[in-house]
């Protein structure tokens, strides 16, 4: 197929560019700046210069596809839904009808849990939300007539020695010598490998159901204590407890977001895509894999 992505120069989108192109697939992919369309072009695609303002772009691009994969994302961005509302109604409106449209949304949707892992039937409200803009996103998408829509929720992604929790909490713990874990640190998440994430989109896309949301997560779980353990060693630092008042005082919202348990139920796409996951659990790839092979020392 022929697949327009956006967000290819990005730590998932590098990964989905690689996955695309090995299963035999012409990728074309948004670029915002010189730098990233050679990032692009290195990875064997064909960047589309632009940005997601670029609405008129979006849209020719997106017609002159057979599937639209939408890995871009900010959520460091508060303005991110004004961003991307504009740019999903061109995507979808330029996709000819019936052709796959992949949602990356995250497992941040769901409220905060309790412990157990949840399905995909469990009600997401903006409000209750760490990533409202997700939620939005996805009822805008799902909500859409004519193209084939997969909402990909994504647990925490790590692997590679990639994303922005892992990679801030180690480059933390370098500098000040301690990480923290809030509370007795028992809470925990559910995480999936970039790899194992981006084999998920390439079943998506020959998947021909509309309207499926499926949660994308191994089968491990990983307490946030065993993670800043994990990070301590492979930093030669020191985990230390803290108080939810704390991290609230040194972290902001983040620190109620990292207090809570956040587990997804998988079932649905290995049962639907045949998807399961086969890369090293989120505390081997700290503690002996992509991560501490880049620690200094």
């Known amino acids: 197929m022929r697949i327009f992505l956006t967000g290819a ?11 695309l ?8 992919a948004l670029a915002r700046s010189l730098a990233a369309r050679d990032r692009v072009s290195a990875s ?3 960047a589309v210069p632009g940005s997601l303002a670029d609405t008129e772009t979006l849209y020719l691009a997106a017609a002159q596809a057979d599937a639209v994969v939408h890995a871009a994302v900010d959520f460091s961005n ?3 839904h004004e961003v991307e509302q504009p740019a999903l109604a061109a995507m979808l409106s330029g ?8 949602y990356t949304s995250t497992g941040l949707v769901y409220p905060g849990g309790d412990g157990l892992a ?24 799902l909500a859409a007539d004519g193209p084939a829509v997969t909402v990909i929720r994504a647990a925490l992604i790590y692997g590679r ?13 370098r500098e000040r010598k301690v990480t923290a874990y809030i509370g007795d640190g028992g809470n925990e998440w559910g995480s999936v490998h970039v790899d194992d994430l981006a084999r998920l989109y390439v079943a998506a896309l020959s998947h021909g159901e509309p309207g499926l ?20 060693h492979i930093t030669q630092a020191r985990a230390l407890r803290i108080t939810l008042e704390q991290a609230q005082q040194m972290m902001g919202p983040l620190a109620d977001v990292l207090a809570r348990s956040s587990l997804i139920d998988p079932s649905r796409a290995e049962r639907v895509l045949g998807w399961r996951p086969v890369e090293p659990s989120l505390a081997d790839e700290l503690r002996t894999g992509s991560y501490a092979s880049t620690t200094p020392g």
């Open 213 to 232: 949301v499926v949660n994308a997560a191994s089968r491990s779980r990983t307490s946030m204590r065993e993670i800043a353990e994990a990070v301590a």
């Open 95 to 102: 996709l000819k009808p019936g052709r796959p449209f992949v």
């Open 44 to 46: 064997g695609a064909q």
């Open 21 to 28: 192109i090995a299963s035999g697939h012409q990728v074309s």
């Open 118 to 141: 949840v399905d995909e039937n469990t009600p997401v409200e903006p409000g209750s939300s760490a990533q409202p803009y997700k939620v939005l996103g996805e009822r805008q998408v």
């Open 78 to 80: 508060p303005a991110m």
């Open 9 to 19: 120069s990005g730590y998932l989108g590098g990964v989905l560019t690689e996955h």
């Open 161 to 173: 020695g990639g994303t922005a929790l892992l990679q801030g909490l180690i480059t933390n713990a």
